[in-house]
């Protein structure tokens, strides 16, 4: 079986699972939830414009989309994107997208750069001094090869829903991907889940709602440094609620993941 290409509608082509089904993005639209979803809300601009470099885990490579997002970020601002992006299925990159939609020329230079990382031997260096590492397996186990230095200053968590990929949103993978986080990184994800949110804050995070994307209310928004907004008290109460015992009182030690 075979992955299968699907129209979305801001005019970009994303990819369905040739299992399950679900697809790699939004059908509001690969290029629009790549850039509102994930790279807009990691500050890749913002940390482009403060530092020479930036190291971004992209969880979940599929056609490419959230790497293109990532790559029209940095532009222009002279600082190097370093990414590490984790993909199961060799098949995703290698499928052939319709060309001359949205997102052209980002999408263009991402897969030509992914599919030079399948032919390299998964790194490979792009123009503009940024480089990039695809590890193709398991993420679990591709993510807890990588040395033990490697720290990041985003993350874009984009798997399958829990429903198809339960084991990339478990406490021990959240866990693990904290652990890869600098202070002061921020990681989005689509999945508004309670059970999501929960490991996260278990994981040593603060947790706060991510922007609204098309038909999608929110997603989540999570780091050690994040400080949540107003708007997010009721869902740090929900959080207390769920985590119960591990929540200590005002003033005194606290369970991660709350201001």
Same mark, same amino acid.
């Given at each position: 079986? &075979?992955? +299968?290409t699907?129209?979305? $509608?801001?005019? &970009?082509?994303?990819? %369905?699972?040739?299992?399950?089904?679900?697809?790699?993005? #939004? #059908?509001?639209?690969?290029?629009?939830?790549?850039?509102?979803?994930?790279? /807009?809300?990691?500050?890749?601009?913002?940390?482009?414009? $403060?530092?020479?470099?930036?190291a971004?885990?992209?969880?979940?490579?599929?056609? /490419?989309?959230?790497?293109?997002?990532?790559?029209s970020a940095?532009?222009?601002?002279? %600082?190097?994107? #370093?990414?590490?992006?984790?993909?199961?299925?060799?098949?995703?990159?290698?499928?052939?997208?319709?060309?001359?939609?949205?997102?052209?020329p980002?999408?263009?230079? @991402?897969? $030509?750069a992914?599919?030079?990382?399948?032919? /390299?031997?998964?790194?490979?260096?792009?123009?503009? /001094?940024?480089?990039l590492q695809?590890?193709?397996?398991?993420?679990?186990?591709t993510?807890?090869?990588?040395? $033990? @230095?490697?720290? =990041?200053?985003?993350? =874009?968590?984009?798997? =399958?829903?829990p429903a198809?990929?339960?084991?990339?949103?478990?406490d @021990? =993978?959240?866990?693990?991907?904290?652990?890869r986080?600098s202070?002061?990184?921020?990681? #989005?994800?689509?999945?508004?889940?309670?059970?999501?949110?929960?490991?996260?804050?278990?994981?040593?995070?603060?947790?706060?709602?991510?922007?609204?994307?098309?038909?999608?209310?929110?997603g989540?928004?999570?780091?050690r440094?994040?400080v949540?907004?107003?708007?997010?008290?009721?869902?740090?109460?929900?959080?207390?609620? +769920?985590?119960?015992?591990?929540?200590?009182?005002?003033?005194?030690?606290? @369970?991660p993941?709350?201001?």
């Amino acid at each position: 079986m &075979s992955w +299968r290409t699907v129209r979305t $509608d801001d005019g &970009s082509w994303t990819l %369905a699972h040739p299992v399950h089904g679900e697809a790699c993005h #939004s #059908s509001t639209g690969a290029w629009t939830e790549a850039r509102e979803r994930y790279a /807009g809300p990691c500050r890749l601009a913002a940390l482009a414009r $403060d530092r020479d470099a930036v190291a971004l885990l992209d969880v979940g490579t599929g056609p /490419g989309w959230n790497l293109a997002a990532a790559l029209s970020a940095v532009a222009g601002t002279g %600082a190097r994107l #370093s990414v590490v992006t984790l993909e199961r299925d060799r098949a995703a990159i290698e499928t052939r997208l319709p060309t001359g939609a949205a997102g052209e020329p980002w999408i263009g230079r @991402a897969r $030509d750069a992914l599919t030079r990382a399948l032919d /390299g031997g998964g790194e490979v260096a792009l123009d503009g /001094g940024h480089r990039l590492q695809l590890w193709l397996g398991d993420a679990r186990d591709t993510l807890a090869a990588l040395p $033990d @230095a490697s720290r =990041f200053d985003a993350v =874009f968590l984009d798997p =399958f829903s829990p429903a198809v990929e339960p084991e990339l949103w478990g406490d @021990a =993978f959240l866990v693990a991907i904290a652990r890869r986080m600098s202070p002061h990184a921020v990681l #989005s994800t689509y999945s508004a889940a309670t059970a999501v949110r929960v490991g996260l804050a278990r994981a040593g995070l603060r947790v706060a709602r991510g922007p609204r994307v098309g038909a999608k209310r929110e997603g989540t928004l999570a780091g050690r440094g994040l400080v949540p907004g107003p708007g997010d008290a009721d869902l740090a109460r929900r959080l207390r609620r +769920r985590l119960g015992g591990e929540i200590r009182s005002e003033g005194r030690e606290r @369970a991660p993941g709350f201001a």
